[in-house]
């Protein structure tokens, strides 16, 4: 898929975007709401929703009413309670593994979950969510990181697995995971040395252009902010 710097500009009629108060999150809901879509934004630090909680899932979405033409997981971390990535098979603790497929894989699939009755059967819609090159078996050729790399990589078979299901109700839908490309935020800024960065607000423009571009028969795919298929 190439991107088109012609092609109008993606304007969903109404968003959800979880996670809000990140810095991708946010530059997301500014960006669409700058575009004139009418926006909910939620996150864990000013509604509770908790990722690692279906209830609070469940808690969050259940008042919220169809249909919303984009569903953007914006939310995923790379350190979790202290734990840094790790470098060596000797640095695998159970419990950070299973934190960071709690957060990074298993949150986002509850989200699809309890999300789903909130698209349109009868038109386009889109639900993507934050990945990372790092997730693609195919891509890594560095090893370490362990327990991000896995959780990102089951995030990206989740949203394929429910990419095939939905297909079959929702013609016309398109769930994607993304590669935002590194961002100056939190959550890169000690890993980003070497690499160039973009700002928050580049990189939300970049993803909703890719979104932009992506039809029913890319649904289930991962891509990169270029609108590039990333190997899995």
């Known amino acids: ?16 975007v979880i996670g809000a108060s990140g810095g991708i999150g946010s530059a997301l809901t500014a960006a669409l709401r700058d575009r004139g879509s009418d926006v909910t934004a939620l996150s864990r630090r000013t509604d509770g929703l908790d990722l690692t909680d279906e209830s609070s899932i469940a808690a969050a979405l259940s008042p919220l009413v169809a249909p919303y033409d984009l569903i953007f997981l914006a939310t995923g971390a790379l350190e979790l309670h202290g734990n840094r990535p790790e470098k060596s098979l000797r640095a695998l603790d159970p419990a950070a593994l299973a934190a960071q497929f709690a957060l990074n894989a298993i949150g986002p699939a509850l989200v699809l979950k309890h999300a789903l009755r909130l698209l349109p059967r009868d038109r386009p819609a889109h639900v993507a969510a934050l990945s990372a090159r790092v997730g693609s078996i195919g891509d890594n050729r560095l090893g370490g990181w362990y327990g991000y790399r896995a ?21 016309l839908a398109v769930l994607c995971t993304l590669h935002p490309g590194t ?32 039809t029913p028969a890319d649904t289930g795919g991962f891509f990169d902010w270029q609108g590039k298929a990333i190997p899995w």
């Open 1 to 16: 898929m190439t991107l088109s710097p012609t092609r109008p500009a993606y304007v969903p009629s109404r968003a959800l």
């Open 151 to 171: 959780a990102k990589a089951a995030l990206n078979q989740l949203v394929h697995t429910a990419a095939v299901e939905i297909a079959r109700s929702h013609p």
């Open 183 to 214: 961002v100056e935020t939190p959550l890169t800024r000690a890993y980003a040395a070497g690499h160039p960065t973009v700002s928050a607000a580049t990189a939300a423009a970049n993803l909703l252009a890719v979104l932009g571009a992506l």
